[in-house]
């Protein structure tokens, strides 16, 4: 019998776990063809979510957890959830019901009958989220997409369901910065794209603040382009040709009309505005480096501080 592997990264959802719980063993009971395996993965709660797993696994074996020993970010709870996975199909889900788990049997159907090897989801509305979030999501799809040449759909959410032969591309992906949008893309393989309204959490709030997204976004920048470097370049010529046509002109003014010393405050302004543009490019090579440094530490991903197996004994 094939096996659906179920990966839920879970953050403070002790809440929203149960009604989550409920809703996916209903669809698993329609789907009397295939076995399946739920993996919660607790990315450091402070909140009941670990308790919940362990009862939840205690009752059905399907349940299986891996609890971190601190928070590590959901990119790291999909990556752990992906490789304690042992199905032949492995879906990512989040656990407040964002990802609607009735389309799971008509994902399987695709890659069964369609040969797809992924089935993916995005959101065509962005209805309930602050008018501001959605008009810099926008810009930010625009311009990755405009400097990298992996392709970021705009709206994609991690809500798919992959073959076993996929997962094991993207674990092969070992970098330390992770952002799984970009490497779900990176690996190739033909994907099924379903659209979906928004919909809005059952229980508990989002994780992610503006700043917090925002962060994100450059970080995925910077792990999926390198055309910001150039960027210094392009305003070093631009400068350069600039300054050449200043020159000129200042001989000329000279020459023609004398009064070599005017221009102090002119010449602050240039100064300030130079130097910051400087400063600028080397933050931008700053955070490539500081990015290098980081995968050059090869600390792991995520530690792991307990499993269902723990729990068994
Ligand atoms: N999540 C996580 N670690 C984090 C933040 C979030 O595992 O540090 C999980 C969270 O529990 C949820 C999923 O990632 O299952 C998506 O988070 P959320 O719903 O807060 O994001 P949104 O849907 O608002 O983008
Ligand atoms: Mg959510």
């Known amino acids: 019998m094939e096996k659906i592997s179920i990966v839920v990264p879970c953050y403070n959802e002790e809440e929203a776990m149960p009604i989550f719980y409920k809703e996916i063993t209903k669809i698993a009971e329609q789907m009397k063809k295939v076995e399946f395996e739920f993996?919660?993965?607790?990315d450091g709660s402070k909140d009941k979510t670990l308790q919940v797993a362990r009862e939840l696994s205690k009752k059905d074996k399907r349940v299986r957890y891996v609890s971190f020993s601190r928070?590590?970010?959901?990119?790291?709870?999909?990556?752990?959830?992906?490789?304690?996975?042992?199905?032949?199909y492995v879906a990512i889900m989040d656990v407040d019901l964002q990802d609607p788990p009735?389309?799971?049997?008509?994902?399987?159907?695709?890659?069964?009958?369609?040969?797809?090897?992924?089935?993916?989801?995005?959101?065509v509305t962005r209805k309930g989220e602050p008018k501001i979030r959605s008009f810099f999501a926008r810009c930010y799809y625009k311009l990755i997409n405009k400097i990298s040449k992996t392709e970021i759909v705009d709206g994609a959410r991690d809500f798919r369901l992959m073959t076993r032969q996929m997962v094991d591309s993207i674990l092969e992906l070992k970098e330390y910065n992770r952002f799984s949008k970009g490497i779900f893309s990176w690996v190739g393989y033909e994907t099924k794209w379903l659209e979906y309204e928004n919909v809005e959490?059952?229980?508990?709030?989002?994780?992610?603040?503006?700043?917090?997204?925002?962060?994100?976004?450059?970080?995925s920048i910077i792990a999926f382009s390198t055309a910001p470097l150039a960027i210094s370049s392009i305003i070093g010529i631009i400068f350069c040709l600039i300054s050449f046509i200043m020159i000129v002109v200042i001989i000329i003014k000279t020459l023609v009309v004398g009064d070599p010393v005017a221009g102090w405050p002119s010449m602050i302004c240039i100064i300030f505005f130079v130097s910051g543009i400087q400063l600028f490019c080397l933050g931008i090579i700053g955070q490539y480096i500081s990015k290098a440094y980081l995968e050059i530490k090869k600390r792991p991903i995520y530690l792991v501080k307990e499993t269902e197996k723990d729990n068994d004994k």
């Open 39 to 42: 993996i919660f993965v607790n």
């Open 71 to 88: 928070n590590f970010g959901k990119e790291a709870a999909m990556l752990a959830g992906l490789e304690a996975s042992v199905g032949d």
């Open 102 to 123: 009735s389309l799971i049997p008509d994902m399987y159907n695709y890659i069964k009958n369609d040969n797809y090897d992924c089935v993916a989801t995005r959101r």
């Open 201 to 219: 959490r059952v229980a508990g709030t989002t994780k992610w603040s503006f700043w917090k997204l925002f962060g994100y976004s450059l970080e």
